[in-house]
């Protein structure tokens, strides 16, 4: 699956979502018994705990106008956007500010004007 905008910012190539077959609704922890069995523990995840990372890999670039846009919507307290995706569904979205940094850029080459970007952000 691929997000086509932020907020109504446009992106100016689709970003993959790195977490598209992760499991979403659930989260385990399993424990070794004394005697060699093995306990799980689960439980459902809340709504708000679903991260949702936008990457470029190797053809999701994004150019340094449109990235300072982004930068400029989440770089405010209480930030909700909607990511629209490449089918048209929308999600209400949140900087995942718990993650450390939100968005990590990485040049394609020196003075280019495009840039490869990762992009936390958590379901509201």
């Known amino acids: 699956m691929r997000a086509v905008s932020l907020g109504g ?3 100016d190539y689709p970003l993959f979502i790195k977490e598209e077959f992760s499991l ?3 989260k385990g922890k399993a ?3 004394l005697n060699g069995g093995i306990i799980v523990y689960e439980t459902p995840k809340r709504n708000n ?3 949702i990372t936008l990457e470029s890999k190797e053809n999701g670039w994004i150019k340094k106008d449109t990235l300072k846009q982004i930068v400029t919507l989440l770089d405010d307290l209480g930030v909700e956007a909607d990511l629209e995706l490449i089918d048209g569904n929308t999600l209400k979205v949140r900087p995942a500010l718990e993650k450390g940094d939100v968005i990590k850029v990485d ?3 020196e003075n280019s ?3 490869r ?3 936390a952000l958590c379901r509201v």
Do not use: M, Q, R
Request: charged share 25%; hydrophobic share 45%.
């Open 107 to 109: 040049g394609l080459y």
């Open 24 to 26: 979403k609704d659930v």
């Open 31 to 33: 424990f070794n018994t």
């Open 49 to 51: 705990a679903n991260y």
């Open 117 to 119: 970007v990762e992009i």
């Open 9 to 11: 910012i446009k992106f």
């Open 113 to 115: 004007e495009w840039c």
